[in-house]
């Protein structure tokens, strides 16, 4: 069965980039997969902020981004700040109606 | 506004069955798709299932099927999650999620519902 891999941790600098990636334990990301980035705070619902690869959900600040690095889908934050400190989800379409997310990157800011 | 809104908490013992509801509201529940996430205790999102809100139809990963059933309820605009032959590990903060009728108009869960807790305990 094919795995979704993310980094489990990271950290960033305030005001520093940061890049996240989302894998397959066999084969490469491609836009084929939609891949989507979601944001979740302990206690909380996630929240949606990228999908289709680059595309951001509505009032998601324009300091995430996404795209495609190499093999893998990435997430990246440009001028992190304090409460982007969250756990980071990538989840990937395999077809035939199955999705499957990854572990998760647990990323602190400081 | 647009809204998925979950039922409460629940406790079951170990062999027992649960059912979850999502009520949909802000949207024309038919026209959209209804995907269940969940998410154990310290640990990441895991994927379920999902169920179209036009025909009822369903998929499911792998290791639910045969445990797991999503369905609807248009006239009412809700969505149930029942799993089956709960054991512990079960125990879980559980989410629906809107999705699009089909993945190639929307294959993202944009919408999310608050999440039940389960715990699943003798």
């Known amino acids: 069965q094919t795995v979704v891999t993310q980094e489990p941790s990271f950290s960033v600098s305030p005001g520093g980039t940061v890049t996240l990636t989302c894998g397959l334990s066999s084969g490469s990301v491609s836009t084929r997969y939609y891949p989507s980035w979601y944001q979740q705070t302990p206690g909380q619902a996630p929240r949606t902020l990228i999908y289709s690869t680059n595309t951001r959900s509505s009032g998601v600040p324009d300091r995430f981004s996404g795209s495609i690095l190499g093999n893998k889908a990435a997430l990246t934050i440009t001028g992190a700040q304090a409460d982007d400190e969250s756990n980071y989800y990538c989840v990937l379409y395999m077809g035939s109606g199955i999705w499957v997310f990854g572990g998760g990157t647990k990323l602190t800011v400081l | ?122």
């Open chain 2, 1 to 122: 506004q647009v809204q998925l809104v979950q039922s409460g908490v629940e406790v079951k013992k170990p062999g027992a069955s649960v059912k979850v509801s999502c009520k949909a509201s802000g949207y024309t529940f038919t026209s959209y798709s209804v995907s269940w996430m969940r998410q154990a205790p310290g640990q990441g999102l895991e994927w379920m299932g999902w169920v179209r809100g036009h025909n009822a139809d369903t998929n499911y990963a792998q290791k639910f099927q045969g445990r797991v059933t999503v369905t609807t309820d248009s006239s009412t605009s809700t969505a149930y999650m029942e799993l089956r032959s709960l054991r512990s590990d079960d125990s879980a903060v559980y989410y629906c999620a809107r999705l699009g009728i089909a993945v190639t108009i929307q294959a993202h869960f944009d919408i999310w519902g608050q999440g039940t807790m389960v715990t699943v305990s003798s």
